[in-house]
């Protein structure tokens, strides 16, 4: 069963960093485009951040960009996200996700293209 789990969420002070961690198992997803999700209290599900399947191309929301990292560690089958500049908006369950498809930042939004998603980790951001 091939499946995603998260980890390293908790809570942070606005303007703190703090790194998540998805780790995969049950198959290697070197050849998926992975992303990182985030869904607040009464909002839908919002697009962070995504990463092609070699790691070499990064994308990023306008509301993160310049806050946050995304990367992966395919060997460990392993994907991160750096936050950096915490604000009080960030504070969501955070989702990372895997794509067959090798998506480009056009279509890293589109949660239908997602096969698999984690539980979620809770990040909070306090003032």
């Known amino acids: 069963q091939a499946q995603l789990v998260e980890s390293g969420g908790g809570m942070v002070q606005a303007g703190g960093s703090r790194k998540l961690s998805c780790a995969a198992s049950g198959r290697t997803f070197s050849r998926h485009s992975m992303a990182w999700f985030r869904q607040a209290p009464g909002k839908e599900r919002e697009w962070v951040a995504g990463?092609?399947?070699?790691?070499?191309?990064?994308y990023y929301a306008r509301s993160v960009r310049g806050r946050f990292i995304i990367s992966r560690d395919n060997a460990k089958n392993t994907m991160y996200l750096q936050m950096n500049s915490l604000k009080l908006e960030d504070t969501a369950v955070y989702y990372c996700?895997?794509?067959?498809?090798?998506?480009?930042?056009?279509?890293?939004?589109?949660?239908?293209?997602?096969?698999?998603w984690g539980q979620g980790t809770q990040v909070t951001v306090s003032s």
């Open positions: 990463i092609d399947w070699s790691g070499g191309s990064t």
């Open positions: 996700a895997a794509s067959p498809t090798d998506l480009t930042n056009t279509w890293f939004d589109v949660v239908a293209l997602y096969n698999f």
